[in-house]
Structures are given as C-alpha cells and as structure tokens.
C-alpha cells in the first residue's frame, strides 16, 4: 500500500484544516489507518485511528472533540477534519495503515505516507 498525505498548511489559532490520506492498493478497506504527528525534537504522537470500515474511531485525549476522522473506501481515501486549531498541533502529519484493528502505538503500524505538515499561528 502506498500512501500520500495532504492538506497541511498555514493557518490561524481557531481555524480549520482538512487532511486527506490517499492510498493505492485495491485492498485498502482492510486496513486500520491511523494519524499521527511529529513536532520538531518531539517524539511521533498518535492522533486519531479509524478501524477498516470506519464504525470505530478512536483520538488522543489533546484533540478529542475538535478532531474527527471519516473514511471513504470508495475512494481509498481517509481524512481528518482538524477544527479549533492551536498552536501546539503544529507538526507534521502522517497517515499509517495497519492490517488488523486500530492502535495508538506508532510502532504496530505497516506502511506509512509522506507528512504533511500543518502550522497553526498564534
């Protein structure tokens, strides 16, 4: 499975960004696909996780309530509506995929995107 992430960019404390996960591989609706951000000297986070047909969604305690996760399997693409923005979300973004249920841990995950990076200003 290969993975791009897009959507990323500048925006103001309070605003919104949406982040696409474009997969290729025409089994991708197997797949859990997780968010996760990295922040400069910081280690990877977890964001948000969805299972493969999108009936269970899970987030970090930090974004929870102004971050939703949806996917599309039509489009083999996920996203991550990110509203409320704050300065502490800056980071780069990337989706992952994993071939069983959803996790937070980073390390459980197959194949990972690019980033993007999203910069949220005060």
């Known amino acids: 499975v290969q993975l791009q992430a897009s959507g990323g960019g500048l925006v103001q404390a309070g605003g919104s960004l949406r982040l696409s996960c474009a997969a290729s591989g025409r089994t991708f609706s197997r797949y859990a696909v997780g968010w996760f951000r990295q922040a400069p000297g910081k280690e990877r986070e977890f964001v948000a996780a969805?299972?493969?047909?999108?009936?269970?969604?899970y987030y970090a305690d930090s974004v929870k309530g102004r971050f939703t996760i949806s996917r599309d399997n039509a489009k083999n693409t996920v996203y991550l509506q990110m509203n409320s923005l704050k300065p502490e979300d800056t980071a780069v973004y990337y989706c992952?995929?994993?071939?069983?249920?959803?996790?937070?841990?980073?390390?459980?995950?197959?194949?990972w995107g690019q980033g993007t990076q999203v910069t949220v200003s005060s």
């Open positions: 969805i299972s493969w047909s999108g009936s269970d969604t």
């Open positions: 992952a995929v994993r071939g069983n249920s959803p996790t937070a841990n980073y390390l459980n995950y197959d194949y």
